[in-house]
């Protein structure tokens, strides 16, 4: 299997790159280790950021300002200009592929999200990632497998690295696992890693099975730099009390809804008056309940933690119901299941994992790097890269606009590097001489629980000099018992996961240990 191009994933970062590349009339195979569907993109609610008009310098301003305030002082300023003025002709290229965002003929609906000073969020109801992928997905299907083929549950095992060597020498395909358990190599000219983020880490997320840290750990192993790690976004409205993760979106905050202890709802319910002013959040962020991420959801942790609760509240009762069914109708029908009305019953939420904010260090076109230098047929979007945008903490919303941008940016570069790049030479077969298979080993499920036990406990919301050193130890220790395992045993997609899993946690571990400052997502009460 020879292509121009592959991709590992098939969020919108994935299927965008795999269409404009097919447009440019390369060779294309997209990997996904699951359905096409199980991205994280899909279970995206809230929308995408976007100022509509990049000649309204105010707007751009403003945008530019939010995120900067978000990321705390460590985004790349010149990326979040760049990023934030090219929005406006990306929507364009999601509307042209069949995303609908809600509007009328005045324009499109802008809703508002944490951190935002105005709102510019564009949505499909609370259903927009859903939305994107639908149309990425039928476009992509569209074109036809002769130039875009798109296999799911083939999972990427690792990078084939140019001659067997150092990140310099450029990478030249990937090893797959395929359904029926063999390993193949897929050469190609360049891969693209889009596998999203790696909340399976933690026993409370908001993404899906399918995020387990793969494109960043398959980039470490080859020697690309991994940065700003520490930041772990986590969400403050998670629904609390379901088996399957599920977010409330910040858009219902942005609608009005309140953040509330059980006590302050009793004491709003008996005294009445704005709800806002019966809120933790008070007293917390200027913007009460839609402040900043890393606010929020340290604030809520806070009271979880002096009230013993399991959750707080998200309140609507002051809100109109109607209103609400018709723009949140996904969450609607989730709570409704639940025996819980909007307008009515106040809904049960708390904190969770819910993006990787550092990932893969590239460059302005998506070019994964090592020790600074480009690693040559080696790019990385979406979430599973660190391309400077976000800083400290992530701006609601700014993901979907990084990982459509750099998609268009990526697929440009590789017009020049695909054509120019060599023709492929000869790759030895996998090693799987002497492998045994899996059941001879202890179940892989014990130590993935006890990875996750770790990383919700001691390298969370609040860390601390102690937890740290308590994780770094127990996650070495399971990564030495896990390479006994990994180089005897033939791979499944369970042993993939687990092994990228232990490296985001190293990674993860090292980068807060190393931070000596409290700054956005990263909190260490020693560092006080
Ligand atoms: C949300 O809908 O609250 C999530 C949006 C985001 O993570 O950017």
Same mark, same amino acid.
């Given at each position: 299997m020879q292509f121009d191009v592959v991709i590992v994933g098939s969020g919108i970062a994935g299927l965008f790159t795999a269409l404009r590349c097919s447009q440019r009339g390369f060779s294309v195979l997209v990997v996904t280790k699951s359905r096409i569907k199980s991205s994280s993109t899909n279970w995206a609610q809230g929308g995408i950021a976007a100022v509509? /008009?990049?000649? /309204?310098d105010e707007a751009i301003e403003a945008h530019v300002q939010d995120t900067l305030s978000s990321g705390k002082g460590l985004c790349d300023e010149a990326i979040v200009r760049s990023v934030v003025v090219e929005a406006a002709h990306r929507i364009s290229d999601l509307v042209s592929f069949g995303v609908g965002f809600d509007g009328d003929s005045q324009g499109y609906h802008n809703a508002i999200e944490g951190g935002h000073s105005t709102p510019r969020i564009l949505h499909s109801k609370d259903r927009t990632g859903a939305e994107i992928e639908q149309a990425l997905e039928m476009a992509a299907t569209s074109v036809g497998s002769a130039t875009l083929k798109i296999n799911e549950d083939w999972m990427a095992v690792d990078l084939i690295q140019t001659d067997h060597g150092t990140p310099s020498s450029g990478v030249s395909g990937i090893w797959c696992l395929k359904p029926d358990g063999s390993v193949v190599k897929i050469q190609a000219k360049s891969v693209i890693l889009a596998t999203g983020g790696c909340g399976m880490l933690y026993n409370s997320t908001t993404n899906p099975a399918v995020s387990t840290g793969d494109g960043v750990a398959m980039a470490h192993r080859c020697g690309a730099d991994i940065t700003d790690m520490e930041f772990i976004q986590f969400h403050p409205t998670s629904l609390h009390g379901v088996q399957r993760p599920f977010l409330i979106t910040e858009a219902m905050r942005g609608h009005g809804a309140v953040l509330m202890t059980r006590k302050e709802h009793l004491a709003w319910r008996s005294h +009445? +008056? /704005?709800p806002a002013d019966w809120s933790y959040m008070k007293g917390q962020s200027p913007l009460g309940s839609l402040g900043t991420r890393d606010v929020v959801a340290r604030a809520t942790d806070m009271q979880l933690k002096i009230s013993g609760d399991s959750h707080v509240l998200l309140v609507t009762e002051h809100l109109e119901s109607e209103e609400l069914r018709l723009q949140f109708p996904t969450i609607c029908e989730r709570l409704e299941n639940l025996g819980i009305t909007f307008g009515r019953d106040p809904i049960p939420v708390r904190p969770a994992a819910h993006y990787l904010v550092g990932g893969v260090s590239v460059d302005e076109f998506g070019r994964c790097l090592s020790q600074g230098l480009a690693i040559p047929g080696l790019y990385a979007i979406g979430e599973t890269a660190r391309t400077g945008l976000h800083g400290a903490n992530r701006l609601a919303s700014n993901s979907l606009l990084e990982a459509v941008v750099y998609a268009e940016r990526c697929a440009n570069h590789l017009r020049d590097y695909v054509s120019k790049s060599a023709s492929f030479s000869d790759i030895p077969d996998w090693r799987a001489d002497g492998l045994s298979s899996l059941e001879e080993h202890a179940p892989l499920g014990t130590d993935l629980m006890a990875l996750r036990n770790t990383m919700t406990r001691d390298v969370g919301l609040v860390k601390s000099d102690s937890r740290l050193s308590r994780a770094s130890r127990r996650i070495r220790h399971l990564s030495m018992e896990f390479e006994k395992i990994w180089t005897s045993s033939l791979p499944t997609r369970e042993l993939v996961e687990l092994r990228n899993l232990i490296i985001c946690a190293e990674l993860i571990t090292g980068a807060s240990m190393e931070r000596r400052e409290n700054v956005g997502l990263h909190y260490n009460i020693d560092l006080d």
């Open positions: 509509l /008009d990049p000649s /309204d +009445g +008056g /704005d």
